[in-house]
Structures are given as C-alpha cells and as structure tokens.
C-alpha cells in the first residue's frame, strides 16, 4: 500500500498560521476587554435588591440571566473558534478567517448585552 507524503509547507500556508495566531491573540485581548465591560454591568442587578420587579424597571433575574448569557457567549465564542483554528490548520484548510469570526461574536455579544440593558443604564 503506497504511502503518500503530506504537501510542503507552501509560504501561504505559513502565512495562514501566523496571522490566524495573531488574530487569535487579537480575539483573546478582546475577550478580556469584553468580559470586563460586561462585569461592569453586573452593579444593576445589586442595584435591584429589595425592588419589587415590575415589567422591565429593576428585575434582577433578567439583570443576571442576560450577564451570565453575555458573558457565555463571549467565552465561547474564543474558545470555539480557536478550536476550529487548531482543527482546520491541522486538516490544511485555510483558517485565518476563523478567529475573525470569533472577534465578531465576542464584539456582537457585548452589543447585544448593552441593547438588552439598555432601559436600565437609563434610569
């Protein structure tokens, strides 16, 4: 049974490896930063305590439910994405686009937190 040898490393794949790893040090870095803005609005739901909930004015159980999906999808959104990097680099696909969509989630889920507790960053 012949054995057939893997391809040489072409310079693009090179060049998909370094700027993959750079984007996911990036993503990283933007996690971080994420994660510690959406920590920041962890103070409205300490805010709500002793507050009877009404509607959408001071309901601690939303405040909390919305960080804690916040802050999931921003975690996950780094690790999954590195993930698939280290999957796809070792399968020889082109993947440097990968931690570009991990930045984009980790950045559409801190939007989406701030949207969701908007009426109560008014008040």
């Known amino acids: 049974?012949?054995?057939?040898?893997?391809?040489?490393?072409?310079?693009?794949?090179i060049l998909d490896l370094?700027?993959?790893?750079?984007?996911?040090?990036?993503?990283?870095?933007?996690?971080?930063?994420?994660?510690?803005?959406?920590?920041?609005?962890?103070?409205?739901?300490e805010a709500c305590e002793g507050v009877a909930a009404e509607g959408l004015?001071?309901?601690?159980?939303?405040?909390?439910?919305?960080?804690?999906?916040?802050?999931a999808i921003v975690v996950f959104?780094?690790?999954?994405?590195?993930?698939?990097?280290?999957?796809r680099i070792l399968r020889r696909q082109l993947a440097f686009w990968l931690p570009i969509v991990g930045i984009v989630s980790i950045l559409a889920a801190y939007y989406v937190v701030a949207i969701l507790l908007q009426p109560y960053l008014a008040t």
């Open 18 to 45: 370094i700027v993959g790893i750079v984007l996911l040090i990036i993503g990283a870095l933007t996690g971080f930063v994420m994660l510690a803005l959406i920590g920041q609005f962890s103070g409205l739901a």
């Open 77 to 87: 959104g780094w690790f999954l994405t590195a993930g698939f990097f280290v999957v």
């Open 1 to 13: 049974m012949p054995t057939t040898t893997p391809p040489a490393r072409t310079p693009l794949r």
């Open 57 to 71: 004015s001071c309901d601690g159980g939303y405040l909390n439910v919305t960080l804690i999906i916040g802050t």
